[in-house]
């Protein structure tokens, strides 16, 4: 079963525009990861956030956690073509070792 | 390159066949991880390794599946009999510690024809 779900599916911008994709999970976390993967491509870890933390950023990018809600956002900056990909979230339950996947956000950046 | 990495990067095999990946995670990483990826879904969880000993298995993974890390270093995933559902991107990862980041490696990419 899938612990993260992505929103939206599909997300198309300009260039130069902010992305905002939003992930929902099911169960209590230790942490949630950021990944993005380029088509058929392996993934590309973006950012971990823990639990006790609300918000981390990275460069162009900001992650905020809320536990209350059992959601996740991510947000990219002035985006740029090259950021196009798929983008997951994933979870790391508490007492376990693996990441679970959501379906991605499948981001495209038009020129 | 000090990324985890596999081999091969791109398997054709016919129904029935075993086939064998391998993995080697970045080095001073003694946390490995394997995954299933199949097109428009993330990846799911097949197993984990914390040194030499598989302490997490999901009920993906098969009988026919077998994966194996001797000596704590690099590791092998085998599948017997292969069928056309067995048609995925083969994903490895490793981190440092259990609550760390988990890196991937490039992929797998096995086709059962």
């Known amino acids: 079963s899938q612990q993260g779900e992505e929103d939206p599916q599909a997300l198309s911008i300009q260039e130069g525009e902010n992305a905002t994709m939003n992930c929902s999970y099911k169960?209590?976390?230790?942490?949630l990861q950021w990944y993005r993967q380029n088509s058929g491509r392996g993934l590309v870890h973006l950012i971990l956030i823990r639990s006790n933390e609300r918000e981390k950023h990275s460069g162009r990018l900001r992650v905020t956690l809320d536990t209350s809600k059992k959601s996740s956002s991510l947000l990219i900056t002035a985006s740029r073509a090259a950021d196009t990909a798929s983008y997951f979230c994933a979870g790391r339950s508490a007492g376990s070792y693996q990441l679970t996947f959501g379906k991605g956000t499948k981001l495209s950046v038009i020129p | 390159d000090t990324g985890v990495s596999q081999d091969p990067r791109h398997k054709i095999t016919k129904r029935g066949q075993n086939v064998t990946f391998r993995c080697d995670p970045i080095s001073e990483h003694n946390r490995l991880y394997w995954y299933r990826q199949t097109l428009g879904q993330g990846p799911e969880f097949l197993t984990y390794f914390q040194n030499e000993a598989q302490l997490e298995k999901s009920r993906l993974l098969s009988d026919r599946f077998s994966a194996e890390r001797p000596k704590g270093s690099f590791s092998t995933l085998e599948i017997q009999r292969t069928e056309q559902g067995d048609s995925a991107m083969y994903l490895c990862?490793?981190?440092?510690?259990?609550?760390?980041?988990?890196?991937f490696g490039p992929g797998t990419r096995l086709t059962v024809t």
């Open positions: 990862a490793s981190s440092l510690k259990a609550d760390y980041e988990q890196y």
């Open positions: 169960t209590s976390i230790n942490n």
